[in-house]
């Protein structure tokens, strides 16, 4: 089994959709929590960090389960611009373990 | 904000030579910088965690011979692909946390293409 798993996509949406991505993890000793996104043939750059409460950024929320090792990621309102990989990352004690990714293409 | 920059951002090279990438951290001290391998259409998958000074430590089945890491000051770490195969076309990260242990940065990446 996978350390971070995601669904792969892609997700195709129109602009202004509403999407949503969920990930699940198998390390339940996992500490840190972050969704990042990357653009093709970029480096991942961090969108936000995930906490147990729920937060949100802008269109952008996103919520971690610890009983069910879940965690998720919705975008409101998309953009052209939201068009990218978006990677669910899990953090240990030391490094960062990356999943799969899904990918994105908004549409006009 | 924090940089990691990488040099090269991309080289081409015959199958049996070496390459060599570097990674800094242009305005913090990282005492821990991590490597990282990603082939097309897949994830970023560790290969390596340096700590300023000491050995690397690698991933299960990463070849630490052909993967050279040295990580010999707080803003700088270098990855040597030895003898690089055309297998080992790739494109490769690094990232470098800063001395609060906190937030990784990574740097833009090196695409590396093995003929």
């Known amino acids: 089994r996978k350390e971070v798993e995601q669904d792969p996509g892609p997700f195709n949406v129109p602009e202004g959709a509403t999407v949503a991505f969920n990930c699940t993890y198998s390390?339940?000793?996992?500490?840190?929590f972050f969704w990042y996104r990357q653009d093709c043939r970029k480096e991942p750059k961090l969108l936000m960090s995930?906490?147990?409460s729920g937060n949100e950024d802008g269109r952008f929320t996103a919520q971690l389960n610890r009983a069910s090792q879940y965690i998720s990621l919705l975008i409101r309102d998309s953009k052209l611009s939201d068009s990218a990989t978006y990677l669910c990352?899990?953090?240990?004690?030391?490094?960062?373990?990356f999943g799969a990714g899904t990918r994105l293409t908004v549409k006009p | 904000g924090a940089v990691v920059s990488q040099h090269p951002s991309w080289v081409i090279c015959k199958s049996g030579t070496s390459v060599k990438i570097e990674c800094r951290s242009l305005?913090?001290?990282?005492?821990?910088m991590f490597w990282y391998r990603q082939f097309p259409k897949q994830s970023l998958m560790l290969m390596a965690t340096?700590?300023?000074?000491?050995?690397?430590?690698?991933e299960q089945g990463v070849e630490k011979d052909k993967f050279l890491i040295n990580h010999a000051s707080l803003t700088l770490s270098t990855l040597t692909v030895t003898s690089a195969h055309p297998e080992d076309s790739s494109f490769y990260i690094c990232?470098?946390?800063?001395?609060?242990?906190?937030?990784?940065?990574f740097g833009p990446g090196t695409r590396l293409l093995v003929l």
């Open positions: 990232s470098a946390r800063d001395l609060g242990g906190g937030t990784q940065y």
């Open positions: 390390n339940s000793a996992s500490q840190s």
């Open positions: 995930v906490y147990s």
């Open positions: 990352v899990v953090k240990g004690n030391n490094d960062m373990r």
């Open positions: 305005d913090f001290q990282a005492t821990t």
């Open positions: 340096s700590n300023e000074g000491s050995k690397a430590t690698y």
